[in-house]
């Protein structure tokens, strides 16, 4: 299985520009026979939407943009991340969702379960909280899919009361994805590296990890995508600062062998 990191630079609102380089990233990956293309956290509408998710029209454009974008998972899987309706009555009315399309269609959705509040975040404000945890198969390989903070709660003392890749690793996924929005500190980049091989030497499972690359207002992200296999080791790294496209291949449910990095040829991706 052939799997590509798109990291990428997204505007806030912008759903057109948003839109066109994450079709872009997809067509090019498809050239290159990848199975599964992978995107950053809230990557149709941009990180973090703050205010603008109390507007439906903000939240139906995001809808339209995966529509879209759906109509190009034909040969591969696309996993993006945006904005979900919640059905329910009972709590906050969105959720932080990644949705994986294959075949024209929304095969399943994920929803962010630690929703942070503290420094630059805001989440709990917006979101509910996800309340069930599936894996998503895809042709032969068992998934768990995370959303950025859900695979910081580890340690003696977790902010949190549910680690979501603790209710996955019982469905037995063969491989772990995360995708974020991670910002920028001066040390971020190496606690990324250390939460990431943490995750998979407590599941046992290789990571692929896809975070955003750019800035929002007082906000940077360095992007510094990350794949690791199941024994800890480092398979790759995206650039810092840069917008790319690296493909991987997953063999035996253990090997990750580095296939490319480039920049997808004709798409609208410089910061």
């Known amino acids: 299985m052939k799997i590509f990191l798109a990291q990428q630079n997204y505007h806030i609102g912008n759903f057109e520009s948003n839109t066109q380089k994450i079709i872009c990233a997809v067509d090019e990956a498809k050239k290159q026979g990848g199975d599964i293309i992978v995107f950053s956290e809230l990557s149709v509408c941009g990180y973090p939407p703050r205010d603008f998710l109390e507007f439906d029209d903000f939240i139906g454009k995001s809808r339209q943009a995966i529509d879209e ?13 945006g904005p979900e309706r919640n059905p329910n009555n009972e709590g906050k009315d969105l959720f932080n969702a990644a949705f994986f399309l294959y075949n024209g269609e929304i095969k399943a959705v994920a929803h962010k379960t630690c929703l942070p509040t503290y420094d630059v975040f805001d989440e709990y404000r917006y979101f509910e909280p996800a309340y069930e945890w599936n894996i998503i198969e895809h042709k032969g390989k068992r998934i768990a899919l995370t959303i950025c903070e859900d695979i910081w709660n580890l340690g003696d003392n977790p902010l949190y009361r549910i680690c979501p890749m603790d209710k996955l690793i019982d469905q037995q996924p063969d491989l772990m994805i995360n995708i974020s929005a991670s910002p920028f500190d001066y040390t971020h980049n190496e606690d990324r590296k250390a939460i990431v091989k943490a995750n998979v030497v407590k599941y046992k499972l290789p990571m692929f990890y896809c975070n955003a690359v750019g800035s929002q207002t007082e906000i940077v992200f360095d992007g510094a995508s990350l794949v690791f296999d199941k024994n800890a080791n480092l398979c790759g790294q995206l650039p810092t600062f840069e917008s790319g496209l690296q493909g991987f291949v997953l063999k035996m449910m253990a090997l990750l062998m580095e296939v490319s990095w480039n920049r997808p040829i004709g798409c609208p991706i410089k910061n």
């Open 69 to 81: 974008i759906k109509q190009h998972a034909d040969t591969i899987a696309v996993i993006v991340g």
